[in-house]
């Protein structure tokens, strides 16, 4: 049986197989009571899934063309009359939607849910994400803040709204960029669902198929997830003390001339790291040489605890090549899903077609809400409460780490943000240590999720936004304990190995 597969064809697989079998059949080159070869021996013959096999025999059995005899095999076992419509619909019978196989070829990348399961048991601490607390949450005052929207304006708010964004949180921001150095023109804002939004929003205007993107390498795995789909292809640029390593991007714009450069120059996530004002200043004017445009994903740039401020790429582009990104998720409520754009109008009016086509607009509700929040002054407020509680927590981190984990580990000592990365000797691989640290009930994110190539096993980002100082000082402690504990056993098998015993004999 000669079958012709067109892999890249929106038709599945086991459709195309199917339906060659089924022309086999009504031209005659099948015939009633003919062998098919075995699920294993097609699949293997043409490259495809054993499931993809069995699907495509079972939509033909479903349709009473081939039949299945025990320890004996496929058989075809009907012979339509061939030509009319008729016979056609003879062919064919309903039959369950095969959704297994229609989805096999798509790419299911659920990094969200995978870091979460890290954080499911109640009694653990979690290490494990970068999120607000919400023990911190002004419930009472946002509760107000809605109140007073729906009393004022239920009716427009329940409506449908511009796909740009709520007329007065547009101003809100647009005061708060002007606070940051940066003046915003009417039409260049857009309100997102939030930062990952955002990332999409971006690609899908930018990056064509086979296009290449710079990414810091490690980032956040949010961004990995749109840039590295299956069309998309990415440059990863490690990252230094200082930042995103630019000789090697000035090297990389010269040779590959990729379509976007995506970093997160304050508190950076999972390092911590900030990129220092020169630095800042030599990426927009590489950027600027070699026209490649910049996302400035300044998401943590308020959380900063010590130190000093520094400006915004956007602030210090005389270019117009950067498209700052931020949102209210780690300054205020994540589960508001409430972000936003600051580009050149050109690029939002692209942008405001996609946002369009992909859901109209953000929630007219969380917009009107959180900026009612704003202006009452109760956004400052509760950064400034978090800011106090965050840094504390940080400290706590620090002070625990010093005391109760390995001499051989190292961390930085972040200015802000939410997190300490950390490096164990290479020797120890994270995603073990959270096995057993899990059955200690203390959870974290092993530092392989943050890698776009090349991942490093033995790192670990420990947030500590989420737990009390009391909370971080016992999880440090269990955490400490079981990675001295995996230290011992791992020199010990060294020491132990029969390369370890020939070294020591000659
Ligand atoms: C660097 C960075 N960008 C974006 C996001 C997602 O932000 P949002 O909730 O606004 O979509 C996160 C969340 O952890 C992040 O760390």
Same mark, same amino acid.
């Given at each position: ?23 086999? /059949? ?55 009359? !061939? ?81 740009? @964004? ?8 647009? %005061? ?21 939004? !955002? ?5 899908? /205007? ?29 440059? %990863?640029? &490690?990252?230094?003390?200082r930042g995103l390593?630019l ?16 970093v997160v120059p304050s ?7 900030t990129m220092d004002l020169a630095s800042r200043q030599r990426l927009i004017e590489l950027a ?6 910049i996302?400035e994903?300044d998401?943590?740039g ?7 401020s520094l400006p915004s790429l956007k602030s210090l582009d005389?270019? @117009?090549?950067v ?5 209210? !998720? ?10 936003? /754009?600051?580009? &050149? ?20 509700? %969380? ?49 802000? @943000? ?36 090349? &991942? ?13 100082? !009391? %909370? ?35």
């Amino acid at each position: 049986m000669i079958f012709a597969l067109d892999r890249d064809s929106h038709i599945p697989l086991y459709a195309q197989i199917a339906t060659q079998v089924r022309e086999m /059949i009504s031209r005659g080159a099948l015939k009633m009571g003919d062998r098919l070869p075995a699920n294993r021996e097609l699949a293997k013959s043409l490259g495809v899934n054993r499931s993809t096999v069995t699907t495509a025999y079972d939509e033909l059995m479903a349709d009473g063309l081939i039949s299945s005899r025990v320890g004996s095999g496929t058989y075809v076992s009907a012979v339509p009359a !061939s030509g009319s419509r008729s016979a056609e619909r003879e062919l064919r019978r309903p039959s369950p939607m095969p959704w297994g196989a229609l989805l096999a070829d798509q790419k299911r990348d659920k990094w969200l849910s995978g870091m979460t399961e890290a954080i499911v048991r109640k009694d653990t601490v979690s290490l494990a994400y970068a999120l607000p607390a919400a023990e911190l949450f002004p419930v009472d005052d946002f509760r107000r803040s809605v109140d007073r929207v729906l009393r004022r304006e239920a009716r427009g708010l329940l409506q449908l709204g511009t796909s740009d @964004g709520y007329a007065p949180l547009q101003q809100y921001l647009a %005061s708060y960029m002007a606070h940051l150095g940066v003046a915003v023109e009417p039409g260049e804002i857009l309100i997102t669902n939030g930062c990952q939004q !955002s990332l999409d929003l971006i690609r899908q /205007i930018l990056v064509r198929p086979g296009e290449e993107v710079v990414l810091e390498n490690p980032t956040y795995p949010g961004a990995i997830s749109v840039f590295c789909g299956q069309q998309s292809k990415y440059i %990863s640029v &490690p990252v230094g003390d200082r930042g995103l390593d630019l000789d090697l991007l000035e090297d990389l714009l010269a040779q590959r001339r990729p379509k976007l450069i995506y970093v997160v120059p304050s508190f950076h996530n999972p390092t911590g790291i900030t990129m220092d004002l020169a630095s800042r200043q030599r990426l927009i004017e590489l950027a600027a040489m070699y026209r490649v445009p910049i996302i400035e994903d300044d998401i943590y740039g308020e959380l900063r605890y010590d130190g000093v401020s520094l400006p915004s790429l956007k602030s210090l582009d005389e270019y @117009g090549l950067v498209i700052y990104i931020n949102s209210f !998720s780690k300054i205020g409520f994540p589960g508001l899903r409430i972000g936003w /754009i600051i580009a &050149p109008r050109i690029v939002i009016d692209y942008l405001d077609a996609v946002k369009q086509r992909t859901d109209l607009h953000a929630s007219l509700l %969380s917009q009107a809400a959180i900026s009612e929040f704003v202006r009452h002054g109760l956004l400052a407020k509760h950064i400034k409460r978090c800011r106090k509680a965050y840094s504390e927590r940080r400290d706590a981190m620090l002070a625990a780490l010093a005391r109760y984990f390995p001499d051989e580990a190292v961390w930085n000592r972040p200015e802000g @943000g939410m997190a300490i990365w950390v490096r164990l000797p290479q020797s120890l691989n994270a995603s073990q240590v959270l096995i057993q640290s899990m059955e200690q009930r203390v959870a974290f994110s092993p530092g392989e999720y943050f890698y776009s190539c090349s &991942p490093q096993p033995n790192t670990l980002r420990l947030a500590f936004t989420m737990a009390e100082p !009391s %909370s971080i000082e016992e999880a440090i402690k269990r955490l400490g304990a079981v990675i001295k504990a995996r230290l011992v056993s791992t020199k010990r098998r060294i020491e132990f190995s029969p390369k370890a015993a020939v070294k020591a004999l000659v």
